[in-house]
């Protein structure tokens, strides 16, 4: 299993974003989360296996038809303790 946490940078919030995501991750069968950030990014926890995972990030550096994403900075992490995907408060 591969799990990735993603800072997502650009024009990501208010423009759907975080919805399309958990639908995407959804459809893809990765768990995980998605929460704004205070400083105007989008963080996300993806994970799953390597081929859905990896699939879910190409779509992140895409976005939905009003993104504008500028950069995208991952890490490995832990994978999250509950499954399914979700959404989570603004940090």
Not at 11 to 29: E, K, M, S, T
Not at 75 to 89: A, K, N
Request: proline share 7%; net charge positive.
């Amino acid at each position: 299993m591969k799990a990735r946490l993603l800072r997502i940078e650009g024009r990501v919030q208010g423009v759907g974003y975080r919805d399309w995501l958990i639908g995407i991750a959804r459809r893809a069968g990765v768990s995980g989360w998605v929460r704004n950030r205070t400083d105007g990014s989008v963080e996300a926890l993806l994970s799953g296996d390597e081929a859905a995972v990896g699939q879910v990030l190409l779509d992140c550096r895409r976005g939905p038809p009003l993104a504008r994403v500028d950069r995208i900075t991952e890490s490995f992490t832990d994978p999250p303790e509950e499954p399914g995907f979700v959404r989570r408060p603004t940090s």
